[in-house]
């Protein structure tokens, strides 16, 4: 069955530097989202994605994200200087469309800022 | 502004009962209600997705109901199983393709 992937599970980065974080939706899908769980808190939503450009994002996404789809498959989340307080499990998401509206998650990226 | 909130936070039954796990959001113009599992350190597995027109949708054990009106949806699980300790979380979107705004979860501990 096909399935969301995320690379890498784990990163440990320092703060102020950059991070990116890969995701590969399910390949016939056109809608993709990150969304972030800090420790012991809601999941919510940072962004979502549709035909080459952000179709809406959250207050918590500014200048320091951004998200790009750079070939037909992957589909990444750029931190460009790493607060400690982004600390968090990101997840990556991926929905078919065309009256098929289930969201499908992948199993996370943990990062830590140290 | 959606809020979502699921009651209770954590729970714990015997092998073999049946239980509800209760969610409630304060805007009942949503276009899907969507139940989600959650092992610890985990990713997020679907388990049910109901559109606004549903009122319910049933999958093995699993049976959510969804009231709009009142703006709740309950996740019933039947013959309750040890595998299935895990934290439910629910999440509801506004739009067919839009964003899900979830709950912050109940974690059920099924004791054997």
């Known amino acids: 069955e096909p399935e969301v992937t995320q690379t890498p599970s784990h990163q440990v980065t320092q703060m102020g530097q950059e991070v990116i974080l890969r995701c590969v939706p399910i390949?016939?899908?056109?809608?993709f989202y990150w969304y972030r769980q800090i420790l012991g808190q809601k999941v919510e939503f940072l962004v979502s994605f549709y035909n080459n450009e952000i179709s809406e994002k959250s207050e918590i996404f500014d200048d320091q994200f951004s998200v790009e789809r750079p070939d037909g498959s992957n589909f990444t989340l750029k931190i460009r200087s790493t607060k400690l307080e982004d600390s968090a499990m990101y997840f990556c998401?991926?929905?078919?469309?065309?009256?098929?509206?289930?969201?499908?998650f992948g199993p996370g990226t943990r990062l830590t800022v140290t | 502004k959606q809020e979502v909130t699921q009651i209770p936070a954590a729970l714990s039954v015997p092998e073999g009962e049946n239980l509800v796990l209760n969610c409630s959001f304060t805007?009942?113009?949503?276009?899907?209600l969507q139940w989600f599992r959650q092992d610890p350190g985990k990713g997020l597995t679907s388990l049910l997705l109901i559109q606004s027109s549903q009122r319910e949708q049933t999958s093995g054990r699993l049976n959510a109901s969804l009231d709009k009106s009142s703006g709740r949806s309950t996740l019933y699980i039947a013959a309750s199983q040890p595998g299935d300790s895990a934290t439910y979380l629910c999440?509801?979107?506004?739009?067919?393709?839009?964003?899900?705004?979830f709950g912050q979860g109940t974690r059920l501990t099924i004791n054997p």
């Open positions: 999440a509801v979107s506004d739009g067919g393709a839009q964003k899900l705004v």
């Open positions: 805007d009942s113009a949503i276009y899907n």
């Open positions: 390949s016939n899908h056109l809608y």
């Open positions: 998401a991926s929905l078919k469309g065309a009256g098929a509206y289930e969201q499908y």
